[in-house]
């Protein structure tokens, strides 16, 4: 459904050169629901811009639903869904209006624009909403209606950028639903940027993790999370950690020990297993062991462990994005 080969972005501001996007490759196939993850800046809107044909590559090719990315734009168009960061709707359009209006852009009739119209509100929760305008809606609902427009010339393959970036916790797990649901029952291929962890890991079939306009891994949720070799647990003692951190040294299989202050901290590979042998060899050396807490590898470990530095600190400031599209 996605092929891209050396895809590249260098862009020119007042003589200064960004290469947004440095030649990447990668495939999708029909069906799949792919996460593109990475850190503010690290190029995943600049290659969803390139692969909806909305911004030119400077380099590479690419065939997306079919057509060709630089030969054909308009066949790309034609096949694909978008849904951009920040919406496209208008605050004063009510809800029946913007679906109905969208469908008859791609060329439905008013009857069919009308029946995709109902049949989308129903699907995604809209449904009793039609006469309210936009701007009235929730910050779910509005992103729901997002996708509603996105998907109305029911395209195989929609694109979702950021697509919870801004929600409360319970609306982004309830759009995840929407967004499983949809894909089961159209079986439409889904490619989605996030930089939220736990979105990539809840949601997407395989990741393509991203950094600075490269891809630095590839593989489903559980695979990236294999990389990383153990649970980390961590161990707060009442005195003497130098030694407890030297009788953990001697468990199976730990390493990574580290230990400052009070804290002991270590990898093994099965935390629940380690403990209680942790706390029958510290007790015997007398030493109290005041909290424990064994964390299973998360997709930040992966790119901790690519790039040494943490995703979470790309957490923050979706107001950068907003600027670098205005540019
Ligand atoms: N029109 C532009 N002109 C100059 N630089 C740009 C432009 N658009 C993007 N960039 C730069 O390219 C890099 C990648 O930006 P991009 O918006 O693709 O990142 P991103 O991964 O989507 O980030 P976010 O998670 O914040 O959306 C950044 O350094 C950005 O400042």
Known sequence: MITVRGLA???????????????????????????????????KTTTLRMLTTLLRPTGGTGTVAGCDLLTDPQGVRRNIGYVPQGGSTWPESKVAEEIELQARLYGLSRAEARRRGALLAERLDLAGLDQRPAKTLSGGQRRRLDIALGLVHEPALVFLDEPTTGLDPQSRANLWDHVRRMRAEQGMTVFLTTHYLDEAD???????????????????????????????VTVEVADRATEAASLAERLTGAHEVTVTADTVRFRVPRGDVALPELLRVLDGHGITMTSVKVNRPTLDDVFLGLTGRSLRDGETAPQAVEAAHAA
């Open 202 to 232: 809840a949601l997407c079939d395989r990741i393509l993790v991203t950094d600075d306009g490269t891809i630095v891994a590839e593989g489903t949720p559980e695979e990236l999370k294999a990389r990383v070799s153990g649970d980390a």
């Open 9 to 43: 972005r260098r862009f020119t501001l007042r003589g200064r050169t960004v290469d947004a996007v440095k030649g990447i490759d990668f495939d999708v196939a029909a069906g799949e629901l792919v996460g593109f993850l990475g850190p503010n800046g690290a190029g």
